[in-house]
């Protein structure tokens, strides 16, 4: 498999990931459970199954640093919506007095 299809598939995976983290780790935390979640190290080596044939791909050090960057690239953009939809959802209405309205 060449880098440019392992790269989309890391990246896939990564995405695949981010749509059900853990809010309460952080994210060196989060970093360290997908690394091993996606990409064991066998060997001293980070390797990849591949679905489709069901083998083991090598990923080299270039492609895990890429990786690294572009999962903590969008881990902060997540990060960052959710925060702006609770500081929206905090927002309240303006309070209605009944008292007028008692007998």
């Keep these: 498999m060449d880098n440019k299809k392992l790269w989309l598939k890391i990246s896939g995976s990564i995405n695949y990931y981010l749509q059900y983290y853990s809010k309460r780790l952080s994210n060196e935390e989060l970093w360290i ?10 060997d001293g080596v980070h390797t990849y199954l591949d679905k489709q044939t069901l083998q083991r791909v090598v990923v080299d050090d270039e492609i895990i640093e890429k990786a690294k960057s572009a999962f903590k ?14 500081k929206e959802e905090k927002v309240l209405a303006k309070v209605i007095d009944f008292s007028k309205y008692r007998k």
Excluded: Q
Aim: charged share 55%; no cysteine.
């Design 33 to 42: 459970d997908y690394i091993e979640y996606a990409l064991p190290e066998e």
């Design 73 to 86: 690239e969008r881990l902060e953009k997540k990060r960052a919506k959710e925060e702006l939809i609770v």
